[in-house]
């Protein structure tokens, strides 16, 4: 793989760039600040905050920049064989609407630090593991976001709320106000999606977190209860024991 460009643009001035001939790689760009228009082969779009515009090889690009339009954006330009199959194992939308999650945006900046490094101080190798996982990553945000999406999108972010917090002391109320939902409506609406409650669903993530601490750690059964979001050892027990018929420390010790 090969990276031509990376990194973050702020744009207070105009600003007019084409490629009439066709872009020479593949371009992702997403708007995190103020406004822009682009042309993508004949087709003008008005681009807004969370705006992810995915561009392959030869397609028509032009993007317009006005003097009253404050303009801030990720951007990457690369090209390679990983790159051309990763495109074409599954549909890549020209223009998507999708959260600034800011662990997606630290691993861009990541990205961009390490190519900004002198030839003698960079890692091309973590260069391209960095690559790779923000694709994964823009691939996964793209399918969740698209209207043919089983699921949607509102779940998606509650379950990736509950992802993040499960290890933490949280309530379903937390969870309705960071989708901006009513906690009657937020409920309803994910168990009837998920198939199970929130809080099912952060047991699950505590669970695992507990096995992989059992496994490979001397951590002891208090520690591991409070540090996966159990609270106490006697809960972590009852629920444990609820899935697996045998308490935490047999299963320990079998392990």
């Excluded at 682009?38 to 969370?50: D, F, H, P, Q, T």
């Excluded at 705006?51 to 690009?61: A, E, N």
């Excluded at 861009?108 to 960095?130: A, Q």
Aim: with cysteine.
């Amino acid at each position: 793989m090969n990276i031509g460009f990376c990194g973050y643009s702020f744009h207070t001035q105009r600003y007019h760039s084409s490629y009439k001939s066709g872009f020479p790689g593949y371009l992702f760009r997403l708007q995190t600040e103020g406004t822009c228009s682009i042309i993508v082969n004949s087709k003008k779009m008005n681009i807004e905050k969370g705006d992810l515009l995915l561009i392959k090889p030869g397609d028509y690009y032009e993007i317009s920049i006005e003097a009253d339009q404050n303009s801030g954006d990720y951007h990457l330009f690369c090209e390679g064989d990983w790159i051309k199959k990763w495109w074409s194992r599954s549909s890549k939308p020209t223009l998507s609407r999708i959260d600034l999650d800011e662990k997606l945006l630290a691993l861009w900046r990541h990205l961009t630090i390490e190519e900004r490094r002198p030839s003698s101080e960079g890692n091309k190798e973590l260069s391209r593991y960095l690559l790779q996982a923000l694709c994964l990553i823009l691939e996964r945000v793209v399918n969740e976001t698209a209207p043919a999406f089983t699921r949607p999108y509102v779940v998606t972010r509650m379950m990736r709320y509950i992802e993040e917090h499960a290890t933490l002391a949280f309530k379903v109320d937390d969870v309705a106000n960071s989708v901006g939902l009513s906690v009657s409506r937020s409920v309803h609406l994910f168990k009837s999606c998920v198939g199970k409650t929130m809080i099912e669903y952060a047991q699950e993530i505590r669970i695992s977190a507990a096995l992989d601490r059992m496994t490979y750690t001397t951590m002891t059964l208090d520690q591991i209860a409070e540090e996966c979001g159990f609270g106490t050892y006697p809960y972590f027990h009852k629920v444990f024991k609820k899935k697996y018929g045998i308490s935490p420390g047999v299963y320990r010790r079998r392990e």
